[in-house]
């Protein structure tokens, strides 16, 4: 299923560290906090388990939302998307 | 139906008005740059109408999500959520 991921990570390291691993599972980025990728529920579950371990006694908030294609259809953007800056990805 | 906005905005002035703008919108803040409520087509088209105009001309993304109930039961959360800071949407 079509996949939104979003966070709310005050941590700079650890923010990387989701972001990055966001990005090994496949998904891209459409917003500074905010990713999307087309997943399996085994692959969905994986990177849950993943993000649990990651987020265990840290502070924020990780939220899924796997979509059908009826409501990834229905989704609106206003104005132009975030532009991908690898630094904040790959700097830990 | 259920409904996430979610928004990426440098501009303080501009994130704030389209906080309060969401807010106004009985919207709930679900984490720092992401919102929830429960709108029929009517009310998310006239708050679409809205953030459209107020971004004209603007830096920034916002995208809107209506979720099935279906959807919307998958979702998954990992962490505590944002605790919300009202100074954060009421300062201009």
């Known amino acids: 299923m079509d996949t939104i991921v979003i966070y709310d990570i ?4 650890l923010r990387s560290k989701v972001a990055r691993t966001l990005l090994e599972h496949g998904l891209v ?11 399996n529920h085994n692959n969905r579950e994986k990177l849950r388990l993943r993000l649990d ?3 265990e006694g840290e502070e924020g908030n990780i939220q899924l939302y796997p979509l059908c294609s ?3 259809n229905l989704r609106e953007s206003i104005g132009e998307t975030y532009e991908i800056k690898e630094e904040d990805v790959t700097v830990l």
């Not at 005050?10 to 390291?13: E, P, R, T």
């Not at 980025?29 to 997943?39: E, H, L, P």
């Open 70 to 72: 009826k409501c990834f």
């Open 29 to 39: 980025r459409i917003q500074k906090s905010a990713f999307y990728g087309f997943m």
């Open 53 to 55: 371990r990651m987020m």
């Open 10 to 13: 005050s941590d700079n390291a």
